[in-house]
């Protein structure tokens, strides 16, 4: 049966860390999978993650099974932190929530919900969107469409074709929306942009669906939930994808949820039995572990501010390294402006560099970033930055 299967491709993220560890070259600099990294190349295991973890084995007295819809402490939790303790979409009972497996697991949950209710359905994604999201919500049957996003001359938004795009939907189209920290580009809408936003959807009568992996690490763990608040409050339906991965650095225990707002709480209840009954044909029930950290972490003042100043210390580290590679970039390739980096936000930025160039920065000076030159910013640091400009400039001036 199986020779017919034919070997694919590296997957265009993940694939980037199998040659990255295969290259022995001392200078080599890893800017491909988006994972956080401090000054030292590191991605740590957060402190407040390591005191959670003792207390949660010591508590721990069985492995027996949690819940089809996941660990309900985390669920709430999750909740408060997305919307915001006492938002009215949760005093209303509006908001379920379904752990996912990981933000993927989230993702691939709302897809499943919105082919369910509406089989065929199209999600329209901004140009470009995170590669993974394509085989995630296509995979269940649901198709795909793309809206103007970005824009290379600017580093910033294509505002005004964007809305346009969204105003021309017809009612019920699903747009798949980035709360913060855009991936690939790290070009993120202003509140005033998102006000907008939520008026098209609205006349629209279209089905918002925010993608939000990044938490914490934009402008501020409430800042980068604006949008999830503020569409809450205003539009009768809503799914929103969480991951735990990067603001807890909870990466391989795939820590996520997906919160389903409806009209009603029992709308709302009927599309979690929806969820639960999908997930058990899927997988039947998430991993715990990670999702029991998290649980301990918000729900302890303690470790809930320590986690803040965690937070807070991985996205100023992020801020600094934008405007010290902005100033690397301007003395290493004076006629190219890269000031777009330190206006945006998040891990990534694009380079602008052409699949030529990649492929050189990558061959000539063991650089490595995905194909459409997107960099994790938070590979760089004090040893490698300059080197990185510099071969910049070799291969881009
Ligand atoms: C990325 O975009 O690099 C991360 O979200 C990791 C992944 O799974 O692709």
Known sequence: MFERLERLPDDPILGLMAAFRADNSPEKVDLGVGVYRNGRGETPVLECVRRAERAVLERQSTKTYVAPAGNAAFNQAMERLAFGAGHPALNAGRVCTIQGVGGCGALRLGAELIHAASPGSVVHVSS?????????????????????????????????????????????????????????????????????????VQRGRLLPFIDMAYQGLGAGVDADAFAVRLFASEVPELLVAVSCSKNFGLYRERAGALHILTESASRSQAALSQEVRIARRLYSMPPDHGAAIVSEILADAALRDLWQREVSDMRERILALRRDLVRELRAACPSRDFGFIAAQRGLFSFLGASPEQVAALRADYHVYMTVDSRINVAGLRGENLKYFARSVGQVMR
């Open 128 to 200: 470009p969107t995170w590669a993974n999201h394509v085989p995630l919500l296509t995979g269940c049957g649901l198709k795909l469409e793309t809206y103007p996003y970005y824009d290379p001359a600017t580093g910033g938004v294509r505002f005004g074709e964007m809305l346009q795009a969204l105003e021309s939907l017809p009612a019920a189209s699903v747009v798949l929306l980035h709360a913060s920290c855009h991936n690939p580009t790290g070009a993120d809408l202003s509140e005033e942009q998102w006000r907008e936003v939520l008026a098209v």
